[in-house]
Structure formats: C-alpha cells, structure tokens
C-alpha cells in the first residue's frame, strides 16, 4: 500500500492533482478558525465551554462546518447550504416538469441545474447568515449566552454595518467554499464537495476521542476504537454490496455491421440513498423541539403540557421514544428518497429503446415491475442498516455516557468510509492508467 502511495506521487499528473486537493483542504481548515469582523473570539469560547450545542440540526451544522459553527469564523456555515440546495433541486425534478427535463438532457441539462443549485447555494448562504447573526446577536447561538450587551457579547458593535459586514462575510464564505469544491472537482482528485464534507468531519475526530479518554479513561477508549473498527468494517461491507440484474442487449443489424448481442447489468446497491435519510431524520425531529422553544412562556408562567413532553422525550438522544421515531424516520426517508432517485419506469424504457431486456422477464411494464420488486426487497436491509448505524451515537450517549458527537457512527461515519472508498477508487482508476498495477493491487 505504501509503495501504491508513493507511485502515485511519483506519477508527475497525479502527483499535482493530490497536491492541488491537498491545498484546497489546508485553505478549508485554514478559514474555519479565521474569526468573522466584529466577533469577540474570546467571549464565543467563554460560551461554547458553557453551551450545549450536540442536538438536532445545530449539531448537524456544525458537523459539516468542521467546527467553524462555534468558532463564529467566516467558514461557518461550511457546506451545509449548498447540500441543502443540492437536495432541493434533486426534488424539485419530481414537482416540476422543466427540471425533470434537463436532468434528461444530459451534459447540457446537468450544467443548467448545477447553475441553479450554485443561485440557490447563495440564496441560502444569505438566509442562514442573517439567521446566525440574529441568533448571535441575541445570546440563543450558544445556550443563551453572549447576547448584545451582557457580559460577554459575542458581537460587541451591535450596528447595522457591522450586522451588514457580517452576513456578507458569512455569504462570501459559503460561496468560497462552494468555488473550491468545484475547483477539486474540476482540477484535483475525487468529489471536491464531497472531499470538502470529509475534511470537516474527520477533523473532529481527535477531539472526540481525546474527549473520551479525559473523561472515561483508556479502558472505555480503547473499546471505542474496537467498536470503531467492526463499525467500519460492517459499513463498507454494506457500501460495497450491490444486486447485479443481468440484462441482455439483442443483435442488430445497421448496415453491413451487427450491433449488440453483449451482456451487461443493472448494479442495485444496497444503501441507495445514501446519507440523505438521516439527514432528513434529523431535521424532521428537530423541528418539536424548535416548536417547543417557540412556545415556552417568558414570563415566568409554566409551559403547556404538551411541550413538557417534547422536552422530556423528544430533545434528548437517550430517550427510547427518540430512539424510536429516529429509526422510523430513516427507514421511511430511505424508501421516499430511493423512490425519486430511482425510476424502474424509466429505466426500462431506456432498455427497451436500446434492444435490452432481463432474461426470464419480458419487455415494458413487466420489466418495470420486476425492478420495482427487487428495489423495494433490497431497499429494506438498507433501511435498518441505516437506521442501526445511525443509532450507534445514541446508544453510546445511554452506554457510556458520550456525547452525540461519538465519532464511530451515524452520519459522520457514513460520509467518511463513503467518501473514502470513493476518493480511492478515482486514485486507483488513474493509476491504472499509467501502470499496470493500482493503489488496491
């Protein structure tokens, strides 16, 4: 392995690519500890250290953003807004006609959407930014803490230009990121967004299990790091399993020339969906919770029944009912998100067009209707493997005692062996290229 390693770097092309993603990564975490105009960086750690900021979609947030969230810093948005647009425009082709038919243009159509995803990219950035600096602005970013005019204010100059000053910065910082996603994308190696979400996450490793060893001692972190490691085995044992449908491709005659009669197959993979479901779980449980804060009395008087149980079941990881709705959740989201990425009707369509078909199953409908069977048979081991490596953090938060940023399960894990495989296999590919032996040979 190290010698594949340093094949690649000897490899002048490839050499420059890993170089060129390697600077995009450092100019990342760089920015995520650059503090934004006007924040008082001193009094943002005076409330982080007295916050609790491991619930819901905040903890989400700042998972992407490396950190960068309660750092205040001009990354902090990190990625999230442009995965959120990504997943608006994804489902934007099922509601509206238009988008469905650039997604079936091709390359043509694939830039216009991308073009729309970078304008609802901004958009977002815009809408998030002013959200953050309200909410910093008034003491509720980090666990009421650092409001305008107490103690510790996170934004002591509490004037419109300042205000202004930072939701452009916290905007150009999403668009920033965006650019060098696309730019490793384009010029580096791998996804560059996706590259760009695995640095964030895997930068919070050390903290976490330094966490773990201060306040459990090594005998509970050394049986983290074994958990860890068959977690990371089970998940890119189900990352790689995939259902081949053999499909068929018939002769034809154009010409003097015969066409086809080749064998190829419809590869099926297990978890389909991705990370998205437990994103999506995520928020959707998020949301009670947000309600129940906008409920709550100020005054003094007691709150409605209805939000004590909220707080007391549906705000903590480590409530069975929480558990129960999050699993539930994930294995619904999986199926609805597996449902629009995936069209049995359009997939046999294109089959058909071309000359194939599914030996044993006939062309048209039938096709699509065996597809739609096996989708919805694979599409369920999926589902509860999503929801059971989702479940780790919460699971250690009742075990041990750890906070929700557990770093061997749910989405964090998810992202990272995925990404992994995938950034190793584009590396492989290209070195292929060049010699006859790969990075996993």
């Known amino acids: 392995m190290l010698t594949a390693f340093g094949r690649a770097f000897r490899t002048p092309d490839l050499r420059r690519k890993l170089l060129f993603t390697l600077?995009?990564?450092?100019?990342?975490?760089?920015?995520?500890?650059?503090?934004?105009?006007?924040?008082n960086y001193q009094n943002v750690q005076t409330c982080v250290n007295a916050a609790d900021t491991n619930q819901g979609v905040y903890q989400l947030v700042n998972l992407f953003s490396g950190g960068a969230l309660l750092q205040v810093s001009i990354f902090a948005l990190g990625i999230m807004p442009y995965i959120t647009a990504s997943i608006i425009v994804q489902l934007l082709r099922v509601v509206i006609p238009r988008f469905q038919e650039l997604h079936q243009e091709g390359a043509q159509g694939q830039s216009t959407l991308t073009q729309y995803t970078r304008y609802l990219t901004i958009a977002l950035g815009l809408l998030n930014a002013t959200t953050l600096v309200t909410l910093a602005k008034s003491g509720q970013l980090l666990g009421n803490c650092g409001a305008a005019g107490s103690a510790t204010p996170i934004i002591p100059n509490d004037s419109l230009?300042?205000?202004?000053?930072?939701?452009?910065?916290?905007?150009?910082?999403t668009g920033l990121i965006m650019w060098m996603g696309e730019l490793v994308t384009e010029k580096g190696v791998g996804n560059g967004m996706s590259l760009l979400i695995f640095t964030a996450i895997a930068a919070r490793f050390p903290t976490s299990l330094g966490a773990i060893i201060k306040t459990k001692g090594w005998g509970v972190f050394f049986g983290v790091l074994l958990v860890g490691l068959?977690?990371?085995?089970?998940?890119?044992?189900?990352?790689?399993?995939?259902?081949?449908?053999?499909?068929?491709?018939?002769?034809r005659m154009i010409g003097r020339r015969t066409l086809g009669g080749t064998s190829t197959y419809i590869p099926i993979k297990v978890n389909m969906a991705g990370v998205i479901p437990v994103i999506f779980a995520s928020s959707m449980l998020y949301l009670p919770a947000l309600l129940a804060q906008f409920a709550t009395p100020g005054n003094g008087?007691?709150?409605?029944?209805?939000?004590?149980?909220?707080q007391a079941?549906?705000?903590k990881g480590d409530h069975p009912i929480y558990m129960t709705i999050y699993f539930v959740l994930i294995v619904f989201f999986t199926y609805f998100y597996v449902a629009i990425t995936f069209n049995p009707e359009e997939v046999s369509d294109n089959m058909k067009k071309y000359g194939g078909f599914i030996p044993g199953i006939r062309a048209g409908r039938p096709?699509?209707?065996?597809?739609?069977?096996?989708?919805?048979?694979?599409?369920?081991?999926?589902a509860f493997y999503l929801g059971f490596v989702a479940l780790i953090p919460l699971i250690a938060l009742v075990l041990i005692q750890a906070n929700q940023n557990f770093p061997f399960g749910g989405t964090s894990l998810l992202i990272i062996v995925g990404v992994g495989l995938e950034t190793v296999k584009q590396i492989d590919a290209q070195l292929q290229q060049r010699h006859y032996e790969g990075l996993l040979r």
Request: hydrophobic share 50%.
């Open 230 to 251: 068959v977690v990371v085995a089970l998940v890119v044992f189900v990352e790689q399993s995939q259902r081949r449908i053999p499909v068929q491709y018939a002769k």
């Open 301 to 310: 008087q007691a709150p409605p029944e209805w939000v004590n149980w909220i």
């Open 367 to 382: 096709t699509a209707d065996y597809l739609s069977y096996v989708l919805s048979r694979i599409t369920l081991p999926g």
């Open 23 to 39: 600077g995009i990564i450092a100019i990342f975490r760089l920015g995520a500890f650059i503090p934004s105009p006007g924040v």
């Open 161 to 173: 230009i300042t205000t202004i000053l930072l939701v452009i910065t916290l905007t150009a910082g």
């Open 313 to 315: 079941n549906l705000t």
